[in-house]
């Protein structure tokens, strides 16, 4: 928000909330008096709002993690210091951060993937699918973005996911197998893998290629070969677009340990 | 002890460029195995000490913004700089009057935290943030100092230009990727293309290991809609062809010629570039 971070201090334009906050603290801290804390709550809420935009960063639900922040807004208005003279951001930023800290550690997002995070991977992969086979070609990460009203770093985001965490995409239930539970992408796989095994490739299977499976040669052969989009690929095989991205780049990188040893320069 | 940072970020202060500077310390978090909460604290302080740059540095134009991240034997260093005016020391507290919370929460989050008035040439925050997973990775060295392109001085002046210098390579693997893979989002790549622009940089950090002259890899894009031109280096006499060979898979040809559009060698001052050219052209 240009040109608010130095704006005049005094007074608030904001309604209802034009009384000296120091005189607000200290109806309510020495008198308990109801109605200055909600001219408080009123006239600080913003902050606890933008904290919980700014740091949160859209893994969480973003009512939750306002929740959290109003929560550390309410203990700093009972514990800032009036007489010690700080303005009471100083003293209240600290304090919502640490609440919202303590909630990520509680709710384990230290150690897992984010929930939101993994869901909205499993959205984006959902959409570029569906997206391309519409379109006939893969969509942009922008137009992922609109599709699924999401920030564009979310999309870039979700596709850096769907690269880290193997398990989002082969675990996953393949969309619209609703009815067919359990039919995840990984029994797929295992099915067309006895498939690819009578493939006949043309590419010489050298020594070092020779280490992947059959189904990982057939697409770096359609890929740098037959020159296929890793969309055309994702069709023919029959998974996502993202999963061909994700094998290719782990073949490549077998590939490359396997031809060159480590700090060789070749 | 001036140290060597293991990634500079040399950027036009646009909003869109503070998203690259996540995405560098994302590779770098999961280089270094960083808690993800130290990684947020950390992301969170620096987005605001660059959206201070982009909003109040130049007056509403954009100007350079500089962004060094160095891993120190107890955590990290970061420092964001601009040309102009941004963050003031004595300005801070003002801005804490003022109802601003950019640097209350910049105090609340970096261990340690240092305005730097750059003598009338810019200004500088340099936060210090002490992690938990100790680096596994060196500190850059002394010889290390990014030397990098031809005219990798020359501030970056166009929204539109950007550079890059990430050392050493297991870092330059988690971030190189992540970066250019965020520009061809940018540059309305497909998410096909985008997936091309990773396994082009995993190639290029993979093969161009051996052939740098320092031990940190410089990357100059350049963005158009649909476009991105690359200029990797400095990459030492010959090497580029080397490189290029390098990147080859059996019976499959030089993948860095299959995924980019078109490539070229330029040679200045001794030292070689390897240029590439990407587009998305549908």
Redesign the interface.
């Known amino acids: 928000m ?1 040109g ?6 005094t007074p608030s334009i904001i309604p209802g909330v034009t009384e000296d906050p120091r005189e607000l603290f200290l109806r309510w801290q020495r008198h308990g008096d109801a109605s200055a804390r909600d001219a408080l709550v009123k006239r600080f809420m913003p ?1 606890a709002r ?2 919980a935009r ?2 949160g ?1 859209s893994s969480e639900p973003f009512e939750d993690l306002l929740q959290v922040a109003s929560l550390g807004l309410l203990k700093a208005m009972d514990r800032y210091d009036v007489e010690r003279g700080h ?1 009471f ?2 003293f209240a ?2 304090t919502i ?1 640490g609440e919202m ?1 303590r909630y ?2 509680d709710s384990g ?2 150690v897992h993937v ?1 929930r939101g995070a993994q869901e909205r991977a499993l959205k984006v992969r959902d959409a ?1 699918e569906r997206m ?1 086979n519409e379109r006939g ?6 137009q ?1 973005a609109e599709y699924l009203e999401l920030d ?2 979310d ?3 979700a ?2 996911a769907i ?2 965490y193997e398990t989002v995409s082969l675990d996953a239930p393949r969309p619209g197998a609703d009815d067919d539970a359990g039919a995840a992408y990984v029994d797929l796989i295992g099915g067309e893998d006895e498939r690819y095994e009578l493939v006949e490739l043309d ?4 020594s ?2 020779g280490h992947l499976p059959p189904r990982e040669r057939l697409i ?2 359609m ?3 037959e ?1 296929l ?3 055309e690929i994702a069709e023919r095989i029959g998974i996502s ?2 999963q ?2 994700r094998l ?2 782990r073949s ?2 077998q ?2 340990a396997l031809t ?1 040893e480590p ?4 | 002890m001036a140290a060597i940072p293991n990634v500079r970020l040399s950027l036009s202060s646009k909003a869109e460029n503070v ?1 690259l500077v ?2 560098a310390l ?1 590779g770098m978090a ?1 280089t270094i195995a960083l ?3 130290e990684l ?2 950390v ?2 302080a620096v ?2 000490a660059c959206n201070n740059v982009v ?2 540095a130049y007056d ?1 134009e954009a100007g350079p913004l500089e962004v060094d991240i160095s891993l120190l034997p107890s955590g990290l260093e970061i420092a964001v700089r601009d040309h102009g005016v941004g963050i003031r020391p004595n ?1 801070s507290d ?9 640097i ?2 910049i ?3 970096a261990q340690e935290v240092h305005f730097d008035d750059l003598s009338g040439t810019g200004t500088e925050v340099r936060m210090r943030f002490d992690v938990t997973s100790a680096p596994t990775l060196e500190p850059a060295e002394e010889e290390d100092a990014p030397a990098p392109l031809p005219n990798a001085d020359a501030p970056i002046a166009s929204a539109d230009l950007l550079r890059f210098t990430v050392g050493p390579p297991p870092l330059a693997r988690a971030v190189v990727p ?1 970066v250019l ?2 520009l061809a ?2 540059a ?9 622009t ?2 082009l940089a ?2 290029i950090v ?1 093969q161009a ?3 740098l002259t320092t031990s940190s890899l410089s990357v100059e894009v350049e963005l158009q809609p649909r476009d991105l031109k690359l200029r990797i280096g400095p990459l030492g006499p010959g090497q580029g062809e ?1 490189v290029l060979q ?1 990147a080859t ?5 030089p ?1 860095l010629e ?1 995924l980019s559009d078109s490539h070229e060698i330029a040679t200045s001052g001794g030292l070689e570039t390897l240029n590439l050219h990407l587009s998305d052209v ?1």
């Open positions: 240009p608010t971070a130095f704006a005049a201090s902050l933008s904290l700014r740091y960063r303005p951001q100083s930023v600290p951060l800290r990520f550690r997002w230290a984010p570029q391309a070609h893969a969509p942009t990460a922008n992922l564009g770093e999309v870039i985001d596709l850096q690269q880290a590419v010489t299977v050298s070092v290629l770096l052969k890929r740098f070969v020159d989009t890793q969309t677009q993202m061909v991205s290719l780049r490549l990188d590939l490359r060159h700090g060789e320069a070749r | 998203l996540r995405q994302s999961e808690d993800p909460i947020n604290d992301s969170t987005s605001e909003m109040h509403g300005e003002r801005e804490q009057f003022a109802g601003g919370i950019g209350p929460v105090r609340a989050l992540r893979a965020a989002a940018r309305y790549f497909s998410t096909d293309r985008i997936s091309d990773q396994l995993d190639a993979a290991q051996g052939s080397a390098a898979v059996d019976g499959m040809g993948m299959r549908r």
